[in-house]
């Protein structure tokens, strides 16, 4: 029987780590499961991110059961994802090189247009990545000599050595892009901001001060959001402190039903000195210049745009 003879119990679209996990406790419930995988392969956009981006969090907490990782960076995240389907025996359920172009509601059960025919399923899990579409302000650009690129383009970092680099952004993204222009010894850093995000000020290493644990332990003890924020901002704002880095707190307490406990750089903060900040926003590209708002103008070999992901 093909796949378009009969009715899953469950389609899933995305062959990332949220698809396979419900793929496999879909077929651990006795369902008939199956994952629509547009890609070549399983491990959504973590197969994409260049080699040098890793997680937000230390590896242990992001383990997914009991499926060893043997670190933080990209390859080690696609090898754990990957493992989920040789440990559950997976790959006769995932579908690859299979969009889905179009799903609709009959009122009895799910259609999925795919380019092997039209999928029938009772209920539909879309495990598609809710943020994956690279943010890039729209600048005016006048015959511009600039390479840009976005974070989820750098794939060769190396190539940052000795050029004047543009940074642009104030969260995750923009911290990791100046980490690799310190890394790999670029000339001139400029770091362009509108807004800063909470970090925690660190010496040890992401994968080491990015544990959730504390924060875990918080939620669990019960005590009410309102506290938990209030615990969260004191200490971080000590932390500022002791690095006398009060310039770059954000204007407005955390509040951990908005922001993101991010881990910080202890690169990026040992080298701070070699940054040139600007708070500000990038107005035009012209030549082999960065325009910012209010006129300031930036010398730049490349422009990396740490300014995040959105919606598709």
């Known amino acids: 029987m093909t796949d378009t003879d009969r009715l899953l119990d469950v389609a899933i679209i995305g062959g990332g780590l949220a698809g396979l996990v419900h793929l496999q406790y879909a077929r651990q419930a006795g369902l008939e499961a199956l994952v629509l995988e547009r890609e070549g392969g399983v491990g959504g956009l973590w197969r994409q991110l260049p080699t040098w981006q890793d997680i937000q969090i230390c590896p242990v907490d992001w383990t997914v059961g009991d499926i060893p990782i043997d670190g933080p960076a990209q390859p080690h995240i696609l090898s754990n994802i990957e493992s989920w389907v040789d440990r559950f025996d997976l790959s006769g359920a995932i579908r690859l090189n299979c969009p889905v172009r179009l799903a609709r509601q009959t009122g009895t059960c799910w259609e999925l247009d795919t380019p092997v025919g039209t999928l029938r399923a009772r209920h539909l899990v879309a495990a598609s990545g809710g943020h994956n579409k690279p943010i ?20 060769h970092p190396d190539e940052l050595a000795g050029q004047d680099v543009v940074v642009v952004g104030g969260g995750a993204s923009a911290f990791d892009l100046l980490d690799q222009c310190l890394e790999h010894r670029a000339g001139r850093i400029h770091w362009v901001y509108r807004g800063l995000r909470w970090f925690t000020p660190t010496t040890k290493p992401k994968a080491i001060a990015g544990s959730f644990r504390p924060y875990a332990k918080m939620q669990a003890s019960g005590l009410p959001v309102e506290q938990q924020n209030a615990l969260i ?35 990026m903060l040992a080298n701070l000195v070699r940054i040139e900040r600007h708070p500000g926003t990038v107005q035009a590209l012209e030549g082999d210049q960065v325009v910012l708002a209010g006129g300031i103008r930036l010398h730049a070999d490349t422009l990396l745009w740490g300014t995040g992901v959105g919606l598709p």
């Open 136 to 155: 890039i302000p729209d600048v005016t650009r006048s015959n511009s000599r600039v390479r840009e690129l976005h974070s989820s383009a750098l794939t």
């Open 233 to 267: 901002d004191a200490d971080l704002r000590a932390r500022y402190a002791k690095f006398g880095i009060q310039d770059l707190q954000p204007a407005q307490s955390i509040d951990m039903r908005r922001d993101q406990l991010i881990p910080g750089r202890a690169r």
